[in-house]
């Protein structure tokens, strides 16, 4: 039987602390090298974007597809389409706007817990959009955070931003009055904007921080410096083949020679064991998010589960295996 779930069902079936623990298992199958990954391809057409990743995850069944299409001024339309990998029918179906959100923040998460210290308390959070609000709460998930200090360009909306997530995590939420005041003091640093240029100086960095940019999803767009990347000890990306098509961040840093793709550490290695993430609480840590496929599809079969055992869901009218 092929389940609908819509956005509603999402929300009450994948909590954050869920979001983060699959996301790490996405991330361990990627790094063992029992899971494929295909990075997002667009169609680009005048007044919306049409964009497709895919994934397959042999060690839950599962093979498929995210497509979304963006246009401006209008709701976004996304479909996660989860098949079953060894009889080729369509498990479920799944609107994913809020599920796409949580599992971004969840790889920040991951990230956290892998690449910035233990003792880490304050965050400085650049941008205050939807995507904003999953980064906070899954750092605040994975690390005792006491202050959150957020940036952005509209101090009515991150005043709102702020007195909203006041609310949803444990920890003092205010706005930032500078961008140097959210990097310096801050031991998680994360951006979570449209720039197209960098939000901070890289001069500005300190022992011991760790930096998630993860608003940079295309070549054109830019949030961290070159010295930024220059002063980091360790950088990781979540996937090497998706940095090298959209990460606009490290493309200069590569162009002068400062970084090589094929050296970079991807997240699942770390996960994994493969690469050692962060090693001393001195370090500079980077980690550059652009999304994967593979984050959806164990986010999605987590929300399938959770939906057959609650019975939520739509049954729709598609042949299953047995009926072929």
């Given at each position: ?16 602390s ?8 996405a ?13 997002r391809r ?8 049409l ?10 069944g ?17 479909l996660l389409?989860?098949l079953?990998?060894?009889q ?6 799944i609107e994913?706007?809020w599920?796409?959100?949580i599992r ?15 003792d ?7 941008g205050?959009g939807?995507h ?11 690390r ?8 952005g360009r509209?101090q009515d ?12 995590v444990p920890?003092?939420?205010r706005?930032a ?7 310096r ?13 960098p939000?901070?100086d890289?001069?500005w ?5 760790f930096?998630a940019?993860?608003?940079s ?21 979540d ?8 990460c606009g961040?490290?493309l ?26 962060r090693?001393s ?26 939906a ?10 598609m042949?299953?295996?047995?009926e072929?």
């Open positions: 039987m092929t389940l609908y779930l819509n956005e509603s069902d999402v929300r009450q079936l994948l909590d954050m869920r979001a983060v623990e699959e996301v790490e298992r991330f361990s199958a990627h790094g063992r090298g029992q899971a494929v990954d295909i990075p667009r169609t680009r057409q005048p007044g919306g974007h964009h497709i990743l895919q994934a397959a995850a042999p060690e839950i599962i093979i498929g597809y995210k497509a979304y299409y963006n246009k401006p001024g209008k709701p976004l339309n996304t389409h989860l079953n990998h060894a080729g029918h369509t498990e479920a179906i994913s706007d599920l796409g959100r971004t923040g969840a790889a920040t998460g991951v990230a956290a817990r892998y690449l910035a210290r233990e880490a308390r304050v965050l400085g959070l650049f205050y939807r904003a609000r999953t980064q906070l709460q899954a750092v605040c998930t994975v005792d955070i006491d202050e959150v200090k957020v940036f509209n909306a991150v005043r709102a931003f702020c007195d909203e997530m006041s609310q949803q920890a003092r939420v706005p009055q500078s961008r140097e005041e959210t990097v003091g801050s031991d998680i640093i994360v951006t979570m904007t449209r720039a197209f240029e939000l901070f890289g001069h960095l300190e022992p011991g921080q930096i940019a993860t608003g999803n295309a070549l054109d767009r830019r949030e961290i410096d070159t010295e930024t990347v220059r002063r980091a000890d360790v950088i990781v990306v996937s090497r083949e998706v940095a090298q098509g959209e961040d490290l200069p840093a590569y162009e002068n020679g400062l970084i090589y793709w094929e050296h970079l550490a991807d997240m699942g290695g770390v996960v994994a064991g493969r690469w050692p993430g090693t609480d001195a370090q500079i840590t980077l980690f550059e998010s652009h999304g994967m496929a593979l984050q959806d599809l164990y986010a999605g079969a987590a929300v399938l589960a959770a057959r055992e609650r019975g939520m869901g739509v049954p729709l009218p042949m299953g295996p047995e072929k």
